[in-house]
């Protein structure tokens, strides 16, 4: 059996431990056409981000849904809704941890790793 590769995530301050995964809604347009509002989100604080992922992120006290970009030596949150503006970011220290699943109803969940 493999071991799991290790994150590259910071670990999460909440009242949860930073290894337990969690779900969320999202809320808004910002993600469609891949996420409609109010579809639960499943995240992993210890996954591995890679370019491409879907993440949660903290940006000036706000969380925040977004695809991560990787282009050079930047990094990007871009929202998959083109009337929403893509934020630079200045490293993965603003990840709080990385969508692995998402689904409105059980038969209809979707896996992202």
């Not at 493999?2 to 993600?31: H, N, Q, T, W, Y």
């Not at 981000?49 to 879907?54: A, I």
């Amino acid at each position: 059996m493999s071991e799991r590769p290790k994150s590259i995530m910071p670990p999460m301050e909440s009242s949860c431990s930073g290894k337990e995964v969690f779900a969320l809604r999202a809320l808004g347009d910002s993600m469609l056409p891949e996420f409609e509002h109010d579809t639960v989100i499943i995240i992993d604080p210890e996954a591995v981000v890679n370019d491409g992922s879907y993440v949660i992120a903290k940006i000036d006290g706000e969380y925040i849904f977004r695809q991560f970009i990787i282009r050079g030596d930047k990094y990007y949150l871009q929202p998959l809704n083109d009337i929403y503006e893509t934020v630079e970011i200045s490293g993965i220290d603003v990840l709080e941890g990385v969508i692995v699943q998402s689904g409105s109803r059980r038969n209809n969940m979707k896996k992202y790793k």
